[in-house]
């Protein structure tokens, strides 16, 4: 229906059969026969109310026809608007023509006619006969049934019907521009649902987007929260283990002093055991902050396994039972032993608690697994040899929206007081950390599955010369010069080292001790150095020494991470670097072992 308007055509805009019938009755009431044709003069109703004078007589004849399909075809491209009234080729006789338009455009015909002239010389009109050699009594009697009216009242009839067919031919128009309308209201409806669910479309994918926006921006101030607390820690840490170091020390020195006998030992060593964990802890979060100096050797985990499960056998239900496979022969580890044992205790207590309801079993077992390209567990993995350890229960299992997000810092699904959300995400880390993977599988109400694979040791990694260390006998008589601003831990490596043999100047003011040792370089054989002090900070002070007398060993001790350390230390070396708070046996092998090497 989309034509347009100069291409439009009768038959387009007017329903034939109506203005057959318009036609036939205006015909009979008026007794004009009338015709529509289209532009080249082709009939497109049929005649109505014709006279057998035309069809019967006129174009029967070879002239006759002839005449009549001329004067039809120059009726029938006359554009002239309005009624065009036109004597027939035979005499008397009149026709006449209104132009159907539509918006200006003509496309069809209405002819009326003809009707003979009331005034008209019978005589004249009969010789028209012998014109185009028609039989003249025929043409006679078929002359006579033409309707005679006054040339008058024909042009009335002939006004009348322009204004009917103006009027028709209007409101055709009309109704056609109201369907062109429709239909294109249609197609813009269409049009607009098609736009609508594209709109909805891109709704949906901004909508996508945000949402990931949103989960990353969440990630992002998850991460730095964790950086967040990881500095706070680290300052903490640094004051903490000040705190913890003359602890330790000065309780392991009691503990010597003490007989065997002593009552007051067992009280001694929970005090020692406490300073222990405390250190431990601070280690911990440390850990998970990833500023920590790890103690990585190697390591057998089966031992680490025992000693958490002979914790976790104190608190256990009886409606838990615990199954293990592991074999002695599985190879080591290189991991730092208080951080497996948090993974350990970590991955067995969620077990544990996920069974709490309704018992069930924990099975622990350690193997072997060489992985090539082609049969690794996880694809950021590296090939070669691992260990596995897995922890499994039969407990209440994770749907898997939870399983996604286990290892989440925070992400907990217990109660206040129960869970932290921490401990999968330390062990998350751990095991990163030591270039491994933690893998989960999980079924709702059937059980969950740990698998942590860490690197294999084997023998070809330089055993570190921690083992070394340990053999060698501790104690000497050399002089050492202590610097440190805290009064209590200088005072308690004072002693400690004063017990063992040394000889120790301590100083609590790093320039005084500087002074002390540029008097008398060869008067000492090592120096101890805090690192954190006023004045002049501990990695200063041994640039300074070293350029005295660049052959002097310096233990540097730091409650920072090692690796902080040796970045600003880089010029002047200090020969090792000692995380506080060191255990006595630690800080004597490491001197014994500087002197002697
Ligand atoms: P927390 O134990 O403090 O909630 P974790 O990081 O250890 O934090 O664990 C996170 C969540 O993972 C737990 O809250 C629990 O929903 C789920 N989860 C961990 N281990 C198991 C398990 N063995 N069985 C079922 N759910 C577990
Ligand atoms: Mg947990």
């Not at 006129?58 to 608007?81: L, P, S, Y």
């Not at 002593?262 to 929970?270: A, E, G, L």
């Not at 000889?503 to 005084?512: E, I, K, N």
Request: proline share 5%; charged share 25%; net charge negative.
């Amino acid at each position: 229906m989309n034509k347009k308007i100069s291409m439009l055509k009768f038959t387009d805009i007017f329903d034939i059969d109506e203005i057959q019938e318009i036609q036939d009755t205006f015909a009979k009431a008026t007794g004009v026969s009338a015709i529509i044709t289209d532009f080249a003069g082709n009939a497109i109703t049929r005649p109505g109310n014709f006279c057998r004078l035309c069809k019967d007589i006129i174009q029967n004849t070879r002239t006759g026809c002839e005449n009549c399909v001329k004067f039809n075809a120059d009726m029938a491209v006359d554009h002239t608007r309005g009624p065009v009234f036109q004597p027939c080729p035979g005499p008397g006789l009149w026709n006449a023509k209104i132009a159907v338009t539509i918006a200006g455009n003509h496309v069809a015909n209405w002819i009326i006619g003809q009707v003979k002239d009331e005034k008209a010389d019978l005589q004249k009109m009969l010789a028209y006969a012998d014109v185009i050699g028609a039989d003249h009594d025929a043409y006679a009697a078929a002359l006579d049934e033409v309707t005679t009216m006054p040339v008058k009242q024909f042009t009335e009839i002939t006004q009348a019907l322009f204004l009917i067919t103006e009027q028709l031919s209007g409101q055709a128009y009309q109704k056609l521009q109201y369907k062109q309308i429709v239909s294109s209201l249609k197609q813009s409806e269409k049009h607009l649902v098609q736009k609508t669910r594209e709109l909805q479309h891109t709704m949906d994918h901004l909508v996508e987007a945000m949402e990931k926006n949103q989960a990353m921006e969440a990630r992002l101030r998850q991460s730095q929260k964790m950086e967040a607390i990881g500095t706070l820690a680290g300052g903490i840490a640094h004051d903490f283990n000040n705190i913890l170091f003359p602890i330790l020390g000065f309780s392991e020195m009691i503990m010597q002093d003490l007989p065997r006998q002593s009552p007051v030992r067992d009280n001694m060593q929970s005090v020692i055991d406490g300073a222990v964990r405390a250190r431990e802890l601070v280690q911990q979060i440390l850990t998970f902050s990833r500023e920590t100096e790890q103690d990585c050797r190697p390591l057998k985990l089966q031992l680490i396994v025992k000693e958490v499960l002979k914790l976790a056998r104190a608190s256990l239900p009886s409606t838990i039972k615990i199954t293990k496979i592991i074999p002695t022969d599985v190879g080591m580890v290189m991991a730092d032993p208080t951080q497996m044992h948090q993974v350990i205790l970590n991955l067995i207590s969620n077990a544990l608690h996920a069974m709490e309801e309704n018992g069930g079993e924990l099975s622990l077992s350690l193997s072997e697994a060489d992985f090539s390209e082609d049969n690794l567990p996880a694809f950021e993995m590296a090939p070669g040899p691992y260990v596995c350890l897995k922890v499994a229960d039969t407990g209440q299992g994770m749907e898997p929206e939870i399983l996604k997000r286990i290892f989440e810092p925070y992400f907990t699904t217990k109660v206040r007081g129960k869970g932290t959300g921490l401990g999968l995400a330390v062990v998350h880390g751990i095991v990163k950390n030591l270039d491994g993977k933690i893998l989960a599988q999980s079924t709702r109400g059937e059980g969950t599955a740990f698998y942590m694979y860490l690197p294999r040791f084997t023998r070809e990694q330089d055993l570190c010369d921690e083992n070394k260390k340990v053999a060698v006998p501790c104690n000497g008589n050399e002089k050492i010069l202590l610097i440190d601003d805290e009064k209590p831990i200088l005072h308690m490596l004072e002693k400690l080292l004063s017990r063992a043999g040394y000889r120790v100047t301590a100083c609590d003011m790093p320039q005084q001790g500087l002074k002390c040792f540029t008097q008398t370089p060869r008067d000492f054989d090592l120096v101890i150095t805090d690192m954190t002090m006023p004045e002049m900070t501990g990695d200063k002070l041994v640039a300074a020494l070293k350029k005295v007398r660049p052959d002097i060993p310096v233990i540097l001790c730091t409650g920072c991470s090692e690796n902080t350390v040796t970045a600003k230390t880089s010029e002047a070396a200090p020969d090792k670097i000692l995380l506080k708070p060191a255990g006595r046996e630690d800080l004597l092998a490491n001197i014994r072992y500087l002197l002697d090497n």
